[in-house]
């Protein structure tokens, strides 16, 4: 598990989070395709917190693509780096899971995060931030639909409708099970949306939500735990559960 503190000029205001949403999402790439489902690694990211005590756990968990078999996964906690602001969600997850992708072993391919890219109201959600900081393809693979409104898809898996601000489409909701609620798919960063909801098929087997996601909000949850315990009064330093910077 790798501890994070909150880096050095990160934003601490409300406005100064905005201005650097406002920079970085000029430099979102949305003409490329993204890998093929099916092929290469895929890296689901997901994070948990304790407001209570003030602690953020992120895991990374690389599967094979073909096979959905696990081949790396890596944490990281750390201190909450920004207050709950609806719109501005990722500048309190962003430090953790950039850590926990660069603790993995392994190159990460495409990174699905359990939350939004475009699909969000200032055209840059988690998926977005994060594919912009590191370069990767990224997509959003969200439990609900934020503040979008949508037609219900149709009942067969793979069913799909647009995800929409007003005219605007920002994503959409894809039926992963037959009859079952659907999930919500944006694009974040050099993914073209039918192959975001590709990959996110995939990704679907068995359950309503990726694989990825599933294995990370597993594996983010146990992270936490473990700093929780760590940092509880009268436990002793380095008996296997480290204490957060």
Same mark, same amino acid.
């Given at each position: 598990?790798?501890?994070?503190?909150?880096?050095?000029?990160?934003? =601490?205001? %409300? %406005?100064?989070?905005?201005?650097?949403?406002?920079?970085?999402? +000029?430099?979102?790439?949305?003409?490329?395709?993204?890998? $093929?489902?099916?092929? @290469?690694?895929v890296t689901g990211v997901d994070v948990a917190y304790?407001? +209570?005590?003030?602690?953020?756990?992120?895991?990374?968990? !690389?599967?094979?693509?073909?096979?959905?078999?696990?081949?790396?996964?890596?944490?990281?906690?750390?201190?909450?780096?920004?207050?709950?602001?609806?719109?501005?969600?990722?500048?309190? *997850?962003?430090?953790? !899971?950039?850590?926990?992708? *660069? =603790?993995?072993?392994?190159?990460?391919?495409?990174?699905?995060?359990? @939350?939004?890219?475009?699909?969000?109201?200032?055209?840059?959600?988690?998926?977005?931030?994060?594919?912009?900081?590191?370069?990767?393809?990224?997509?959003?693979?969200?439990?609900?639909?934020?503040?979008?409104?949508?037609?219900? $898809?149709?009942?067969?898996?793979?069913? #799909?409708?647009?995800?929409?601000?007003?005219?605007? +489409?920002? @994503?959409? =909701?894809?039926?992963?099970?037959?009859?079952?609620?659907?999930?919500?798919?944006?694009?974040?960063?050099?993914?073209?949306?039918?192959?975001?909801?590709?990959?996110?098929?995939?990704?679907?087997?068995?359950?309503?939500?990726? %694989? #990825?996601?599933?294995?990370?909000?597993?594996?983010?949850?146990?992270?936490?735990? *473990?700093?929780?315990?760590?940092?509880?009064?009268?436990? $002793?330093? @380095?008996?296997?559960?480290?204490?957060?910077?």
């Amino acid at each position: 598990m790798t501890t994070v503190g909150i880096p050095a000029g990160w934003p =601490a205001t %409300e %406005e100064r989070a905005r201005a650097v949403q406002d920079e970085l999402r +000029e430099r979102v790439v949305l003409g490329e395709p993204g890998p $093929p489902p099916g092929t @290469g690694r895929v890296t689901g990211v997901d994070v948990a917190y304790d407001d +209570e005590r003030d602690l953020v756990a992120a895991a990374a968990v !690389v599967l094979d693509a073909a096979t959905l078999d696990v081949v790396a996964e890596a944490t990281a906690v750390g201190r909450i780096s920004f207050p709950y602001v609806p719109g501005l969600l990722a500048f309190r *997850e962003i430090p953790a !899971v950039l850590a926990a992708l *660069e =603790a993995l072993p392994c190159p990460p391919g495409l990174v699905v995060c359990d @939350g939004y890219g475009l699909a969000h109201p200032r055209r840059f959600g988690l998926a977005s931030h994060l594919g912009v900081l590191t370069g990767l393809p990224t997509i959003g693979v969200a439990k609900n639909p934020f503040t979008f409104t949508h037609d219900d $898809p149709d009942a067969p898996r793979g069913s #799909t409708s647009p995800l929409l601000d007003g005219s605007e +489409e920002v @994503g959409r =909701a894809l039926r992963t099970r037959d009859g079952v609620k659907p999930v919500f798919v944006s694009v974040g960063h050099r993914v073209s949306l039918a192959n975001a909801c590709a990959h996110t098929l995939a990704l679907t087997p068995r359950y309503r939500l990726p %694989e #990825t996601t599933r294995r990370a909000d597993a594996l983010c949850r146990g992270a936490l735990r *473990e700093a929780a315990r760590a940092n509880e009064p009268g436990v $002793p330093a @380095g008996r296997g559960r480290p204490g957060v910077v």
